[in-house]
């Protein structure tokens, strides 16, 4: 009969998610996985296999709970919708500024994906799923007025999630709370802009922006 394992595989992953969050995959040795968890390597190797496997594993709870918080944020009744934008834009900017550490998706994208199937098969998903959540939300929006329906929401959309990215990006680089917050603030602003009064805008309410993929 084997011996029923005698330690919390959801606090293994937790403890192999940090390290790999602060340190990077390469820089991440079997013996610092075991420092970190408290396992031995026969225990480590047995339960989750190799270095790679767990990574995937943290990876994975990252992406989950990544998602499970972004659906938190950015979901709920329309006439919060807007709200919940400028809320969750806000967030990230104070969250991200001069994050020497920066985002664990990213840092993984970065890092393995060009090489690595299964990260960049997971980090493109949730990529995607964040995508559709700012959509809704700015969708929920425009219903209620509060975004001006005759902008695209897809292109909204977007540009949304290309700031909020590059804000993490940005972030990692040493950008401070205060070049965030005007990042921030200058986004919702644009967001909340009527068609008509876009720079370039041909004046036409009806003419939505071009949503390009």
């Not at 005698?6 to 293994?12: G, I, L, R, T």
């Not at 900017?93 to 993984?108: E, K, M, P």
């Not at 995508?131 to 007025?145: K, N, S, T």
């Not at 921030?184 to 370039?200: F, K, M, N, Q, V």
């Given at each position: ?168 990006a940005l972030g990692k680089a040493g950008k401070s709370e205060p070049f965030m917050r005007t990042a921030a603030e200058t986004t919702i602003t644009l967001l ?10 041909t004046s036409k309410r009806n003419t939505p922006i071009a949503h390009y993929t």
């Amino acid at each position: 009969m084997a011996r029923p394992r005698e330690f919390d595989e959801s606090q293994v992953v937790a403890a192999a998610l940090e390290r790999f969050s602060t340190h990077g995959y390469a820089a991440t040795s079997i013996q610092e996985l075991c420092d970190v968890t408290g396992l031995g390597k026969g225990s480590l190797y047995g339960a989750f296999g190799d270095k790679h496997d767990l990574y995937l594993r943290a990876f994975e709870r990252y992406c989950t709970r990544t998602l499970d918080g972004l659906r938190d944020a950015l979901t709920g009744p329309d006439a919060q919708a807007l709200q919940r934008l400028t809320a969750h834009v806000q967030q990230i900017a104070a969250g991200t500024a001069d994050d020497a550490r920066g985002c664990f998706l990213a840092n993984a994208t970065s890092e393995l994906a060009e090489h690595d199937p299964s990260i960049a098969t997971n980090a493109q998903t949730t990529i995607d799923a964040y995508e559709q959540l700012l959509l809704e939300c700015i969708q929920q929006a425009q219903a209620r007025q509060d975004i001006d329906p005759a902008h695209d929401p897809g292109a909204l959309a977007a540009m949304l999630l290309t700031v909020l990215r590059g804000m993490e990006a940005l972030g990692k680089a040493g950008k401070s709370e205060p070049f965030m917050r005007t990042a921030a603030e200058t986004t919702i602003t644009l967001l909340t802009t009527p068609a008509s009064t876009r720079p370039g805008s041909t004046s036409k309410r009806n003419t939505p922006i071009a949503h390009y993929t």
